[in-house]
């Protein structure tokens, strides 16, 4: 079959205006998202001064419940949660020791800048990440001021025995991050990692609800003098630091 | 005043070698995409400080040059330069064929490139990336709807290359701001990086054209008047200025301000600062303005073509320089204090790019080089002969 040069343009000229014009369409419903309690804020306290640097009881029991694989190769390691040395340049303070986690922003960059919407906002608060939307294109990492996110580099090679089957293998190429334990908190249970703080280490973290004014973190945030990190930036993190 | 178009015959053993060598690229770029595909993004050079790599680099290198290959076709259209309305089919032509290439290599880098239809699916207006994607597609439909006047319609050129043209600023703008708006990162976050893209784009993408243009016309043995030459030349020297001078404004007002003396420093003196100096202050403004400034250089074919090969290594530069010291420059969130952890928070990245990612860009480079080559056998792209008329004497700075 020949092509004169006037139907290669017109086909080709169709092509490209399909493409322009494709993004517009929905051609397939989005999937449902659960709706979680509108109204609620989940938020964490963490008492710096009741963390030790040699306690990694957050980041261990994370990563347990969270069936992230424990890889060798460093650079591509993946973190939900790490403890964080931060030392006085003029070296008149101790250093202090803490975790770090997503901050699940009011205002998230990450959520803002996903071409997909693969990272989303629930209704209490949670920024979560739509594994089957997430293309891999790493925007996120870029856009979030708190390194929380790590992109999958290789498949999950836990044994299945090892494995908690409560929560998702994510599959190499997308990007994911601390969700908060959101399957824990669906079931009225405190996040993995703060329930290994509380039982048998520092307990150092609370979690809550910071909008209802009679639970534990509301009260307590009102009451002590806590900061956020890189309040600058104006996105209105929950992972507020006692102590600092 | 404009000779007649031709293709070119495109028969000899040579041009059938170069289509194979294009083609060659483009095969390993295929390979590379199923290797990464398979085995993993662990394969490549990049770990969770340098998210993107070296396929980003080819990628909006290519990108930023469609949207500077355009250049000619405006000069005709838009400013009423009419010894450039020769160059107009080559230029949208060539336009297309750059950032399809480049479009390849950027969807072939994802994750997951078989969800890449999502994002025409499932679209968060708010993010720089969607509109990227308008932008990328608007600007080829707007590239053909330009074509097809010039081919078909000429009375329609008028407006499809007056549209082209806020198209491509935009699009350069939208590409550039990927990382200018960005807060949380210090070396990317600046309001004059989408004006620096489009400086960098005008004087590559003008770059590329005159490569191209020269060399086809050597090849296929056509007349390529003095005059045109000079003319190119001095775009060249004048969008080689716009760089220097927006990357000077920006060095300033960074500098001015102590919040960002660290960064700066670094930038200047730091890992990645050899790119800075070597790429895009020597090979990408120094050398080009020294050999188009100069005398007999700058008056000889050979002359402006090595200057226009060294702007395009100045572009690269300029494109990696941004990815890679934006991304490896650390990460404190607690500024004013020396941070580290297991997760090397406070520590600067490396990166050192594998194979399989030089294969993957160079792909995209095989694609955007096998649809000009059989673009100007297969269209009539081409003037037989580029003319200037005797009273036109071109810009001189």
Redesign the interface.
Known sequence: MTMD??T???V??AV??G??L??G????A?PQRTEAKAGRRWAMLIDVTKCTEECTGCSDACAKENNIPQIE???????YI????????AGKKPPISLP?LCNHCEHP?C????????TFIRKDGLVLVDKH???????C???????AR??????NETPVAELNGETPIR?????EKCSFCVHLIDKGELPACVQSCNQSHGGAMMFGDLNDPNSEIAKKVAEVKSLT??AD?GLKPHVHYQGL | MISKFTAIQGESFDYWKIVGLFGALFVLGLLAFGYIEIQGHHVTGMNQKVVWGLPHVFAISLLVMASGALNLASMATVFGAEPYKQFRRFSAFLAIALLVGGLLVLIADLGRPDRGLLTMIHMNFRSMFTWNVFLYSGFVVLCFLYLWSMMEHEKYVKITGSAAFPGRVILTTGTGSIFGVIHAREVFHSAITGPTFIAVSLSSGTAICFLLLASTFKATGREFHPKLISGMRNMLIFFTLAVFYLIVVEKFTKSYSPAFYDVEKWVLTGQWAWLFWGGIVLAGIVAPLAILTHKTWGNSLNGVMLASGLAIIGEVSFIAHVLLAGQTYPFNPFPGYVVSSSFQDGAFGHYVPSLSEFMLGMGGVGVAGLIYLLGIKFFRLLPKKAEAPEHWAPWNP
């Open positions: 040069r006037r290669a343009l017109g080709g000229g490209a205006a493409t322009l494709a993004p369409i929905h051609l397939i989005a190769d460093k650079d591509r390691q993946i973190q790490r403890k964080l040395k931060i030392e006085d340049k770090v960059p959520e803002h800048v996903c071409p997909t919407s693969a939307r997430c293309i891999g294109c790493r925007y990492m870029i856009a979030c001021p708190y390194k790590s992109l999958v580099y290789q498949e599959a190499a190429g997308v990007v990190l890189r930036l």
